[in-house]
Each structure stands twice: as structure tokens, then as C-alpha cells.
């Protein structure tokens, strides 16, 4: 960036010195043009009121070293006294600009460039009293000439710029970016290097994604170190049993409740893989969710019916009221998060305990509560119980069959659908969990 910035700055100063070169010459040309043709208006004026015999007399003007030139043409073009030539030899004048514009005008100015273009003729012409032209000519230097002969200066001039120009920028390039670039190593830092304000947003925006970065990768390291921890108890136990059975140590009696363990270790490790592998998939889902026209009503109907056994199992009431709800979501991902959510108030309540959900539209949004009347969540645990592999009583959840993922599963889906997802819990009490789409 400081190399372009430095290019281009300094290309449009160059350009720009150039344009000025340029157009200071031609200035200074036009300028020169009215200082010649102020002269030879000043000699004509001179010449007319002295006559043409003082011309004549004036023998300077028959001198060619002096450059300048004095004719007298008649009204039909005819030249009647020439300073530099025999007035006799010279042809016929009429057809001349200088000429041409003083007699309709009065007087007239024109330039000639000679054959070489080295030199160029300025003439004034005045239409006289008696109806003749009198006109004066100077031979000068063309512009090219001048221009060819200051192109050295100017060459000079403009690479001298040139190097003025490239230090100049270099040092306002250089004021301009040491700012972002000390913020570029300092991203980490606090307190926030002297920046512009205009770039602390970005600066802010950068850094709260960094540190999005380092936790997302913070969690995933957990996450790993706990799904191994949480595998390893199962297989343990497997490994452990099958190996007294093997090894013949266990006897006739004992061999029905160690395959009953194994068989429960099993079923612990199919669930666990099971809810990791949907939250990976969760994880994974950076696009869209497929979503249709979804009444939740029925939806809710289907899981209460599913789960009335267990429910009856723990002497929990399961109840569902409200209304037909139909709002656009994912089918299968509403399925899991109303199963998660009533699996969790019937698992954790006390026999003789309610669950009741609900199913309604609130200010024109869908929204459903899941209330039990269980052992509920203190304080300090209410925050983390959406974590993943958080569990308030490891060995309650663990003889439910609970892997500690059910609630990380439902914070994951209320955020695919972008609802909102809020909890109310008292401990012997109970709990309520309410989602609003
Ligand atoms: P689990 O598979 O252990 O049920 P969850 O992620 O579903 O995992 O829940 C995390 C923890 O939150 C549970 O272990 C339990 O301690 C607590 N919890 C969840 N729902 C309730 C509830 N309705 N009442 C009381 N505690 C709950």
C-alpha cells in the first residue's frame, strides 16, 4: 500500500508539474506575442505621424541587422515602399492577412513562420488617412526555437521536481501510514495504539473476531478433551466386564448382571456418539436451514405421545395445551429440541411431579414453554446448563441415560432459527424454558 500510495501520488504531482511547465510557456509565449505587437503598433503610430519620408530618410531600416521591417502597400495591393527590398520586385500584397484585416477593420495583426521554422515574422498593418497600408514586420525567434532552447531548463526543472515531489511524498505517504501500520502490530495490544478514528471500528471489529477465534478454538479443544473423557468411561466398563467374563472369573450368577452392564455402557456410548455426530452436523450447517410451514401444535402432540410412557414410568403428568401454531422451520430440528426439552423436565422431576407444555402466538410470534414441576436449577448452574457435557448432577443424568448435550443441542437450533431462548428455574420448584420464534 505505501509503495502504490507513493506511485501514485507521485505520478499525479509529476503530471501535474508537467501540465504546469507547459502551460507557463505557452503563457509566456502569448504574453511575449503582446509585448511584439504592442512595439510594432507603438512604430506604426510613430511612423505615421513622422511620414514616409522620415522612414526612408531613416536609414537604419535599409540595415538588415536590424530586423525590422517597414512596407507601404497601396489600396490594390500594390507595394508602394519596401525598407528591406526594391518596392518593384515585390508581388502584389493584397491577399496578405495583416493586410486583408486592415482594410476591413482598420488595422491587423498576423504571424509567419519562415521555411525552417526557426524564425517567425510578426506583422501590424494600419489602413492610413489616404487609404494606403502601412505596415511594420519583426522578425523574431519562432516558439519552437524558444521552446527547443529552454528544453534543457525545463528538463532540469521538472526532474528537480521531480526529486522534490518523491521526497515530499515519501514523507506523507510515510506520516499518512505509520499510524495503520502500528496498528496492524499492536491488533493484541491494549490499550488501542494512536489510531485514526475512522479506522476503530475495523480495529474493534478485528479484534472481537480474533478473540471469537480464539474462543471457538478454545471450545473445540474442550469439547474434544471431554468427548474422549466421556467415551472412555463406557468402553472402560465394557472392556472391564467382558474381561472378568472372559477370564472366568465371574461367576454363573454374576454373568446376567455384567452383560446387563455392558449392555448399558453400549446403549451410553450409542447415545453419546449419537447426540456428538448431531452437533457436529449442527456445527457444520453454515448455510441456511431448510425450512417449511410447520404447525408446532402437532409437532408438540407427537413428542408428548412418544414420551407418555416415560412419563408415566417417573409418575410424571404430561400435558399439552395452547393452539395450532404454524410458523416456516425445520421439521427434524423442532422434533429434537421439543423431545430434548420434555426428556429433561420429566428425567429431572420427582414422582407426582407435571410437565406442561405450551404452544402459542404472543405479539404475532410462535412461542412454546416447557414447565415442569422438578427438582429445578439453582443459580449458579443456570448459565451453564446449555453448555456442552455440563451437568449439575453427573450421576442423576447419567442413570436417565442424559449425555450432558441435549440443552448445547437446543441453544444450537433456537440460533439456526434464530429465536430466542430464555429459562425461569427455582430449585424444588421447578423449571420453566421458553422459546419465542
Ligand atoms: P443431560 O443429557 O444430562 O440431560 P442436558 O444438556 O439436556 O444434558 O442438560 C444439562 C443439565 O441441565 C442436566 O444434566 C441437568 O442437570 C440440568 N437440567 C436440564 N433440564 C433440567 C430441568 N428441566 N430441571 C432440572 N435440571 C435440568
Redesign the pocket.
Known sequence: MRRKLNTQILMITETAVLIALILTSLVSYELFKNEVFHNLKTYVEIFEQTGLEAVERYDTFKNKENNLRVTVIGKDGGVIYDSYADAGSLENHLERPEVQEALKDGSGYAVRQSTTMSMSTFYYAKLLEDGNILRVGEETTSFYRLLLGTLPILAALAVLLFFLCYLITHLVVGNFMTPIERMADSLDSEPSPDVYPELKPFLRKIRKQHEDILQSAQIRQEFTANVTHELKTPLAAISGYSELIESGIAGEQDIHHFAEEIHKSANRLLALINDIIHLSELDSTRQEIDRAQLDLYAVARDCIENLQVSAEKHQVLLQLHGESCVAELNKSMIEELFY?LCD??I??NVPGGRVDVTVQTEEGRAVIRVK?T????SPE?QER??ERF????KS??KS?G???????IVKHIVAQHQAELSMI?EPGVG?E?KVVF
Open positions: 430434548n429433561n423436565a428425567n429431572y415442569d422438578g427438582i429445578g436449577i448452574h446448563i446449555f455440563y451437568r449439575v448432577d442423576r443424568s436417565t442424559g449425555t450432558g448435550l441435549g440443552l448445547a428455574s423449571t424454558i
